[in-house]
């Protein structure tokens, strides 16, 4: 089974990879897809909106007489990592909550 993905779990996911160090799309499609499925031509768009959004910048290396784009995480996208992850924290526990065992939940409204 898998679940849908929604364009901010895919952003957070992004830019989480980036705050561990700049990297070229590949690379960054193949980390990302460790933990969700997506194809690299669905990573590029949002790339693209990241870096629209101010989440991202670009520069360009040379490599094997080519040059590879590469992508690093802004101080405006590192804003909206730390966002994502208390979003994601607080919907993971709202999720883990009701999908526990009835008699592993506690007896709060969560």
């Known amino acids: 089974m898998t679940f849908q993905l929604g364009s901010a779990l895919l952003d957070a996911c992004v830019l989480a990879v980036l705050s561990r160090g700049d990297t070229y799309g590949y690379v960054l499609t193949q980390q990302v897809r460790a933990v969700i499925e997506v194809s690299e031509s669905a990573l590029y768009p949002v790339l693209r909106r990241l870096q629209k959004d ?31 992850r208390a979003q994601w924290q607080t919907y993971k526990e709202r999720v883990d909550w009701i999908l526990s065992p009835e008699e592993g939940r506690e007896n709060d409204e969560g």
């Open 54 to 84: 101010g989440c991202l910048s670009t520069y360009d290396q040379p490599y094997q007489g080519r040059n590879r784009r590469y992508y690093r995480i802004t101080e405006r996208g590192k804003d909206c990592l730390r966002s994502y």
